[in-house]
């Protein structure tokens, strides 16, 4: 019904920035909050940070300062600016979207992932 396609991963050395993106498309009515996760090697995936349709953010503490959370709601897409990368930001990353449907029902979508690898 809705998909989420992530692009923008890759390999950064330390210091250096990144930009994901993640489009949705499919039987889409209004995309709620937007966000995106990160799942390191060997731990659970984690919060890094959401948007609302409105554009509220929320950032997780580790990411503060350094990553930005953006959208467009024309696009259904959602934009994750990495700056000041450190090798701990290093994970798969997945985009999420709480979307109501053209069936008017609200569901979670996620993404395939995307790998960040940072250098030290």
């Known amino acids: 019904q809705v998909q989420l396609v992530e692009s923008g991963g890759g390999l950064v050395q330390a210091g250096g920035s990144l930009r994901l993106s993640c489009a949705a498309s499919g039987s889409i009515s209004r995309i709620n909050a937007m966000g995106w996760y990160r799942q390191p090697p060997g731990k659970q995936r984690e919060l890094v940070a959401t948007i609302t349709f409105g554009g509220s953010t929320n950032y997780a503490d580790s990411v503060k300062g350094r990553f930005t959370v953006s959208r467009s709601n024309a696009e259904n897409t959602v934009y994750l600016q990495m700056n000041s990368l450190k090798p701990e930001d290093a994970a798969v990353y997945y985009c999420?979207?709480?979307?109501?449907?053209?069936?008017?029902?609200?569901?979670?979508?996620w993404g395939q992932g995307t790998q960040v690898t940072v250098s030290s």
């Open positions: 999420n979207a709480n979307v109501r449907t053209r069936a008017l029902r609200t569901i979670d979508s």
